[in-house]
């Protein structure tokens, strides 16, 4: 009887977990709105009606799907910003260190299951269509991961402005994003970039972001840049 019930149990999550990777991958190359639960349970190996037993309509496996990518790498975020804060005992952490804890969960924990990077280009297409829905779950899991990084990067850089800091994590989000994007064996590559050959795996990447995004986030502010420029007489 106890085999019986752990059995199904163990069937009942395979079945959940299967239409989670399904509809990720789904959601990756349609879009959630095109995406069909048939396309899904189809790619899943499910019956259309275990999307209803599991998750009870379209935008709560939505909400599955988008928690499942992003909780481990903000997690994973959070818990390294935090071991360095620690390590810098009430003092400024290191501007790269800060970074890396910003780069290295998103490069190792957005690789699928197929190794290619779904989680990537379905968060891309989430910013780039929004809906009530995803800017909502967006919210719930990024709000207090980018006041905890914003914090630690205004008290590594004082000299700059909340929003000089602010602008300069976007950029480096993007960043990340886009590499990231370019990382995935379904894009198009740019010409002369080999992504995933010629040994540029995930540390390489990591080495490579964490190092482009301190150095710009160390550039001087543009208004001390205008007015050096300016005493110079120049434009």
Same mark, same amino acid.
């Given at each position: 009887?106890?085999?019986? !019930?752990?059995?199904?149990?163990?069937?009942?999550?395979?079945?959940?977990?299967?239409?989670?990777?399904?509809?990720?991958?789904?959601?990756?190359?349609? /879009?959630?709105?095109?995406?069909?639960?048939?396309?899904?349970?189809?790619?899943?190996?499910?019956?259309?009606?275990?999307?209803?037993?599991?998750?009870?309509? !379209?935008?709560?496996?939505?909400?599955?799907?988008?928690?499942?990518?992003? !909780?481990?790498?903000?997690?994973?975020?959070?818990?390294?910003?935090?071991?360095?804060?620690?390590?810098?005992?009430?003092?400024?952490?290191?501007?790269?260190?800060?970074?890396?804890?910003?780069?290295?969960?998103?490069?190792?924990?957005?690789?699928?299951?197929?190794? /290619?990077?779904?989680?990537?280009?379905?968060?891309?297409?989430?910013?780039?269509?929004?809906?009530?829905?995803?800017?909502?779950?967006?919210?719930?899991?990024?709000?207090?991961?980018?006041?905890?990084?914003?914090?630690?990067?205004?008290?590594?850089?004082?000299?700059?402005?909340?929003?000089?800091?602010?602008?300069?994590?976007?950029?480096?989000? /993007?960043?990340?994003?886009?590499?990231?994007?370019?990382?995935?064996?379904?894009?198009?590559?740019?010409? /002369?970039?080999?992504?995933?050959?010629?040994?540029?795996?995930?540390?390489?990447?990591?080495?490579?972001?964490?190092?482009?995004?301190?150095?710009?986030?160390?550039?001087?502010?543009?208004?001390?840049?205008?007015?050096?420029?300016?005493?110079?007489?120049?434009?």
């Amino acid at each position: 009887m106890r085999d019986s !019930k752990v059995g199904r149990i163990e069937k009942e999550i395979d079945t959940r977990e299967r239409l989670l990777d399904a509809a990720l991958r789904v959601f990756a190359d349609r /879009g959630i709105d095109a995406a069909t639960l048939r396309e899904i349970t189809e790619a899943a190996g499910a019956n259309i009606a275990s999307v209803n037993y599991y998750f009870r309509s !379209k935008d709560e496996l939505t909400r599955s799907v988008l928690e499942k990518c992003l !909780k481990p790498v903000n997690d994973a975020r959070l818990a390294a910003l935090q071991q360095r804060l620690a390590e810098s005992k009430g003092g400024a952490a290191a501007l790269e260190d800060i970074v890396e804890a910003l780069v290295r969960p998103m490069v190792e924990h957005s690789v699928d299951s197929r190794g /290619g990077r779904a989680p990537v280009r379905l968060l891309l297409q989430v910013r780039a269509l929004p809906r009530p829905l995803t800017n909502t779950i967006l919210a719930e899991q990024f709000d207090r991961i980018h006041r905890s990084f914003l914090d630690a990067f205004a008290k590594a850089l004082p000299e700059l402005s909340p929003a000089e800091i602010a602008l300069r994590y976007d950029f480096a989000r /993007g960043a990340i994003m886009q590499i990231l994007g370019d990382l995935d064996p379904a894009s198009r590559h740019l010409p /002369g970039l080999t992504v995933g050959h010629s040994g540029l795996d995930d540390e390489h990447v990591i080495q490579h972001l964490t190092r482009f995004i301190s150095e710009g986030f160390r550039a001087p502010a543009l208004e001390a840049c205008a007015h050096n420029g300016a005493a110079r007489g120049r434009p």
